[in-house]
């Protein structure tokens, strides 16, 4: 049990962004900038949040990955949802802002998510089924096995005789 004096910091001074799916259609992103990182920000303008579609590359646009998603952050915001996604598809995101002339500069990169399918596998395996009788092989034990316990009487009388 934690102390009285225990506490969980507001900010662990990171820089990091995480991913996580929630179902099928919804990820959630959520992330942290360190304060020397926010004062370095500071000036430059909202700051954006993307989510990428990726088909085999990384999170960046030209390794593959779609933008398909765009949000202007309210200030403070440190979470966002994405919704309505397609599911069986993988994802990441970037935090960033944009300077001149309107060129978009990440800041943070998320890990790589892949939403699950939306129902059921359709997928039949190719493989073979095999049976098994656990119970082959198995010899049948004629006395019970009883283990007799230090400290009873009876083991006392084995070990002393």
């Known amino acids: 049990m934690l102390g009285e004096n225990a506490f969980l910091p507001d900010s ?22 360190s304060k020397g990182q926010r004062q370095a920000l500071a000036g430059h303008g909202d700051l954006y949040l993307r989510l990428y579609e990726l ?3 990384d999170c960046r646009p030209h390794n593959g ?7 202007n952050l309210p200030p403070f915001t440190q979470n966002w949802y994405f919704t309505s996604l397609t599911p ?19 800041i943070l990169r998320s890990n790589r998510v892949e939403t699950p399918p939306d129902g059921p596998s ?16 198995v010899k049948p034990v004629r006395e019970p096995v009883v283990e007799e316990l230090p400290g009873s009487s009876e083991f006392y009388r084995r070990n002393t005789a």
Not at 14 to 28: D, G
Not at 97 to 106: D, I, K, L, V
Not at 127 to 136: E, K, L, N, P, Q
């Open 88 to 106: 069986a598809r993988s994802y990441c995101s970037e935090l960033g802002y944009y300077g001149a002339p309107r060129h978009f500069y990440p």
């Open 12 to 33: 662990y001074q990171e820089n990091t962004m995480v991913l996580l799916v929630q179902n099928p259609a919804i990820i959630f992103a959520y992330w942290e900038l």
């Open 122 to 137: 359709t997928a039949i395996s190719g493989g073979r089924t095999v049976s098994v009788d656990v119970a082959a092989g």
């Open 65 to 71: 990955g779609k933008m398909r998603r765009e949000i």
């Open 55 to 57: 088909n085999g590359g």
